[in-house]
């Protein structure tokens, strides 16, 4: 989904009429286009068919016949509104944090590491070292350091911003401190290749022109390092909107935070609700597409991509 | 641009600047005084420190030690930002982000001035790119670039222009002519101009007054003719233009002039023209100041005749002909004849005299590098 964002961020004008159609060039196409239509249109379609079954008359659980009921779509609506501004708060906050951290980590590791390559090689790897345990693993140690009897509770009960009955697990906050942390380097790497390749050369000349420091950077080094800021905002922000596991019961959430991924996750294997699941799954992705589109066009950046 | 042709410039005075980076110095006590509405040069070849010296006077730099002046305020302490100096970069250092008028507005915008439109649009008019201010700068061409980063320095009407290689890019043509657009406009706006370069054509021909830079020093600094005519060190003689140096030890000296002797051949200076008048010295002269002849020429104490050598070598080079003539005991010697018809005729291998005039030759204070003393 990520990489379609990004093929409509830069509309390839001239592909159309320079197309050479020759047999070498099918052929070296056709693996790609086979595993699309397999595992990407299959699916797909697969997925909004089912979105539009109606519940088997037998009343059977888990059955459902082909229909074309669009009163799925009113009924998720309706009834998951909260999971879904939810999904959407969350990510929108989520994204912001994670580009408040690693704008600062990637300048540092771009631009001021430029001339000691190998601390720059180690701090790069330290960004995307975590990467090497699973994920689950490491919400689950997340889970634990910050669990209701853990040191950290403990100091924001003794500090008074937790009442002695509130805990940090199970709260927005855990959720979307889970959510920043897990999708973080997804900003950083982007937000890193831009600025490894920002001129500092054009900093100077900005500074030489009468801009103090802080209008270098929103003059100069900000809209030059849109792209990256562009790319880390939608590969972070996409996928969080469709997590479900942060928010889950048995991480760092609790009832109160569930997101669609985790209506999705309960319609698909607890209620055998296909439908209902499918339903909510395109309206996500209808949502996200609209979004990132309006995104990409304000920001204008369609010729520093 | 009109309205503000009264600005002037102010003068640059930079005070035992010295500039160390971890394992080299870049700039060794250096003192150097720039008087205002001046063109002046700093010229050596890479690694000399004229780069650094600009860095330093725009504030991209800050001296290990020593005192930057401009107008008789001590900047050393300002931010770049807070310097009326400008920059006209080598890499030309254009927003691509920015059309090109808002490039030549950003410092206008950034001082808050009101008028930045107007203003901009007539220094693109300046350097005659007014239509092409909508423009992206990668859209232009190399010439075009430098023109607008000149622009987008010269429209602040700094104190002071620094031009650091701006003309390095160009290919020849297109940097002759923009050589005589910014002396053309550096007499209009009568600006102070810090160039730094290591075109020694380029220098001479554009600068007031020329530093020679080499190893973090300045070694000698002047107008250029005065530069020319009177090389002092061994590194600016051979830096700027060509030089014939002959070494020997001083064998006579009156009070006018000293002697040397180099290979069997006595080599006279004017006294008044030579640094050094004791020991081991090295004279000079320009290869276009000396003549050659097919015999031994009959000529006064104010000649100086060395050879017979032969010549090795003939170059034509269009306005003259250059021969290389080895002399026993004496070494190379570079002549330049123009090429006005009169050129003699001679060929590889023929035997001559070499003669200048004692008035043309110069004295240096040291010894070119790789000669020893002894």
């Known amino acids: 989904m990520a990489f379609a964002a990004f093929g409509s961020a830069s509309p390839t004008k001239d592909s159309g009429n320079k197309r050479k159609g020759g047999p070498i060039v099918l052929a070296l196409l056709l693996p790609g286009l086979i595993y699309l239509a397999l595992f990407f249109m299959t699916p797909l379609v697969n997925l909004v068919v089912t979105s539009l079954e109606s519940p088997d008359p037998t009343g059977a659980i888990g059955a459902y016949f082909y229909d074309f009921n669009i009163g799925n779509y009113a009924t998720v609506v309706s009834s998951y509104m909260p999971q879904i501004l939810r999904s959407f708060g969350y990510a929108f906050a989520a994204t912001l944090f994670a580009l408040a951290i690693s704008y600062p980590v990637a300048y540092y590791i771009g631009v001021k590491l430029r001339s000691r390559p190998l601390l720059q090689r180690l701090m790069l790897t330290l960004v995307i070292a975590p990467f090497f345990i699973s994920f689950l693993l490491r919400t689950i140690a997340w889970k634990q350091l910050l669990s209701d009897n853990s040191g950290f509770v403990s100091l924001l009960h003794a500090t008074g911003i937790l009442g002695q009955t509130q805990f940090f697990i199970g709260s927005d906050a855990a959720v979307i401190f889970g959510l920043t942390y897990n999708f973080i380097p997804f900003m950083t790497l982007p937000l890193f290749t831009n600025l490894e390749r920002l001129d500092v050369r054009l900093l100077e000349a900005a500074s030489d022109l009468y801009a103090s420091p802080r209008k270098v950077f929103s003059r100069v080094t900000l809209p030059l390092s849109m792209p990256g800021i562009i790319s880390g905002t939608l590969l972070t922000f996409i996928p969080i909107a469709g997590d479900y596991v942060n928010a889950s019961r048995d991480f760092l959430g609790s009832s109160k935070t569930s997101m669609i991924g985790t209506m999705v996750e309960a319609d698909y294997l607890q209620n055998w609700n296909y439908p209902s699941a499918s339903a909510m799954s395109v309206l996500l992705m209808g949502v996200i597409l609209v979004l990132v589109t309006a995104y990409v066009r304000r920001s204008g950046t369609e010729d520093l991509l | ?374």
């Not at chain 2, 008044?272 to 010295?281: N, Q, V």
């Not at chain 2, 190379?332 to 590889?348: C, D, R, T």
Request: proline content about 5%; overall charge negative.
């Open chain 2, 1 to 374: 641009m009109a309205a503000q042709a009264n600005v002037s410039g102010a003068d640059l005075e930079l005070i035992d600047v010295r500039k160390d980076f971890p394992g080299f110095t870049a700039l060794d006590d250096m003192d150097l005084h720039i008087p205002a509405g001046q063109f002046f040069a700093l010229l050596g070849p890479s690694g000399c420190g004229k780069t650094t010296t600009l860095r330093i006077v725009a504030g991209l730099e800050t001296p290990t030690q020593g005192q930057v002046l401009l107008g008789g305020k001590d900047i050393t302490a300002s931010k770049p930002h807070e310097r009326p100096v400008n920059t006209v970069f080598q890499s030309y250092a254009l927003f691509p982000h920015m059309s090109v008028l808002d490039n030549i507005a950003f410092g206008l915008r950034q001082r808050k001035i009101a008028d930045y439109e107007k203003l901009a649009k007539d220094a693109l008019n300046l350097v005659e790119l007014g239509h092409l201010g909508d423009r992206r700068p990668q859209q232009l061409s190399g010439g075009q670039q430098q023109r607008v980063a000149l622009a987008r320095a010269l429209v602040n009407r700094p104190s002071l222009l620094l031009l650091d290689e701006p003309l390095g890019a160009l290919d020849l043509k297109l940097r002759r002519q923009m050589q005589i657009e910014l002396k053309a406009i550096q007499l209009e706006v009568g600006l102070t101009f810090l160039h730094v370069t290591h075109d020694q054509e380029e220098a001479m021909d554009m600068a007031d007054i020329v530093a020679v830079m080499n190893k973090g020093r300045i070694e000698q600094m002047g107008a250029p003719e005065v530069l020319y005519d009177r090389p002092k060190t061994a590194f600016v003689s051979k830096f700027l233009g060509q030089s014939n140096l002959f070494i020997g030890e001083v064998t006579s000296s009156n009070p006018s002039s000293v002697s040397i002797e180099v290979g069997g051949n006595k080599i006279t200076v004017d006294k008044k023209r030579a640094e050094k008048h004791t020991g081991r010295i090295a004279i000079g002269v320009r290869p276009e100041k000396a003549d050659f002849h097919e015999t031994k020429p009959k000529l006064g104490a104010d000649h100086v005749v060395i050879g017979p050598g032969e010549i090795i070598d003939i170059r034509f080079t269009g306005v003259s002909n250059q021969y290389l003539i080895e002399i026993p005991g004496v070494g190379e010697v570079i002549v330049f004849a123009q090429n006005i018809g009169k050129s003699p005729e001679i060929e590889l291998g023929a035997k001559v005299w070499v003669s200048f005039k004692v008035e043309h030759a110069y004295g240096l204070a040291d010894l070119p590098d790789g000669t020893e003393e002894n």
